[in-house]
């Protein structure tokens, strides 16, 4: 089992590489045909390369400063290690310092040299002479150093046109029982109901930040690839943790009262810069409703009330690691995060493969969604017995409460 998930592992990392490759190709020549119908930063990126088509730069989500550097989230489909220049401007868009030297490392970030508190925007470009318009350039996000949050939550990219309504409410309730204080959610694509709830998280309570996802990626892992590297860039010096996973992955304690925050503090030692926690599939066999009806409907249809029948743990797959197992990290002592792992930790930190008997993954799975069970069943029967298990009794009430509350601060029903 370990010998068949490590060698798949190794294959499927060799294509990842390899269709990078051919993406930067693709890049250089120019041969895509981005689709700027969906994202409105993609729209203002495309009117500009039109105009700039022999050499312009890339989009920027972020750029994020501390002590001694400034890290950018750089939309791009150019490889590690390519070389790029770090451009610095000030309040008045005046190009302020010397152009630096600098390379896509890891994937997706640039790293600049913090040079004035001057410095207002940054831009990232192939060359180091030039004007940059300001559609290329990027605000510096400066934190709060004496604030930090402790837990924070990062979800994959949004998109496809099935209803996340209720899968949105459930986790981000789930995870506010469990510690989590803030939500940052990558939208790709999303129905009118869905984002109407998300917005009233973030302007209502404050709780979630929306950030668009630039469409000029074909597949799903590079979308979450950018997502994942200028989230962790995001919460590097505002949070200490921050949990990676998809909204239909619910991490659970099997503690009974024990919150993923309280094993985090008490639970951790040093020399940890990570948390592995093990898959259990729960079989969900109808799609969720595709709008909000009454409060029966919500008990009715909620994932952790209505599924039940799971997987035992993915485990050992590769090196003694989960298979696709997800990650809480700490933020200060990872330098990459991939999707399912860690890519590159600082000054030699570990993960924690965590024993699913303290702490595993309830993942809710659409059976047929994208011929799920079609595609994986051979590898997902190697999982069994099938068993019927249950979301905690303890959070189970006060999960339901909470997820009615926020649906009636939106819709206000009439009980």
């Known amino acids: 089992m370990s010998d068949i998930c490590s060698t798949q592992s190794k294959i499927s990392i060799l294509l990842f590489l390899a269709f990078l490759a ?5 890049y250089s020549i120019q041969v895509f045909d981005y689709d700027s119908t969906i994202s409105g930063i993609s729209s203002i990126y495309l009117e500009n390369v039109r105009k700039f088509k022999e050499s312009y730069p890339p989009m920027l989500i972020g750029a994020y400063e501390s002590d001694n550097r400034i890290s950018v989230s750089v939309a ?51 060359g180091s002479i030039g004007d940059v318009p300001e ?9 709060n150093e004496n604030y930090k949050r402790f837990l924070t939550h990062c979800s994959a990219p949004i998109f496809g046109k099935e209803p996340k309504w209720l899968h949105l409410v459930e986790m981000i309730e789930h995870y506010k029982l469990q510690g989590v204080s803030k939500f940052y959610f990558y ?7 869905d984002m109407f709830l998300l917005k009233h998280y973030a302007i209502k309570r404050e709780e979630v930040e929306l950030i668009d996802i630039p469409s000029i990626y074909f597949d799903a892992v590079s979308q979450q690839l950018l997502a994942i ?4 860039l995001r919460n590097r010096l505002s949070a200490n943790w921050t949990i990676f996973s998809d909204i239909d992955e619910r991490l659970v304690m099997t503690e009974e009262k024990e919150t993923i925050r309280d094993f985090l503090q008490e639970s951790i030692n040093v020399e940890y810069g990570a948390v592995m926690f093990a898959q259990r599939w729960i079989f969900k066999y109808e799609k969720l409703p595709e709008k909000f009806i009454n409060y029966q409907q919500v008990m009715e249809e909620m994932p952790t009330r209505k599924w039940s029948l799971t997987t035992q743990p993915a485990v050992n ?24 792992d860690v890519g590159e930790y600082e000054n030699g930190y570990v993960p924690l ?9 309830r993942h809710y799975r659409d059976m047929n969604m994208g011929k799920w069970w079609e595609r994986n069943r051979g590898a997902i029967e190697r999982y069994q ?6 979301y905690s009794p303890y959070f189970g009430s006060q999960l339901l409460s909470n997820v009615l509350q926020v649906l009636h601060e939106i819709y206000k029903p009439q009980r």
């Open 22 to 26: 051919i993406l930067s190709v693709l």
């Open 76 to 126: 791009a489909l150019k490889p590690i290690g390519f070389t790029v220049y770090c451009r610095y401007f000030d309040k008045n868009g005046t190009e302020h310092e010397k152009p630096m030297k600098a390379f896509i490392y890891p994937l997706f970030v640039v790293i600049c040299d913090k040079k004035s508190t001057e410095t207002h925007r940054v831009a990232i470009t192939d």
């Open 135 to 143: 559609q290329f350039q990027v605000e510096v996000t400066r934190w």
């Open 187 to 193: 939208v790709r694509e999303i129905e009118l109901n």
């Open 229 to 232: 590297a200028d989230c962790h």
């Open 317 to 340: 797959c590769t090196d003694g690691k989960h298979c696709w197992g997800k990650m809480i990290i700490n933020n200060q002592k990872v330098l990459q995060m991939l999707v399912h």
């Open 353 to 361: 493969i965590l024993d699913p008997e303290v702490g595993y993954i």
């Open 385 to 390: 017995p099938f068993t019927n298990t249950t």
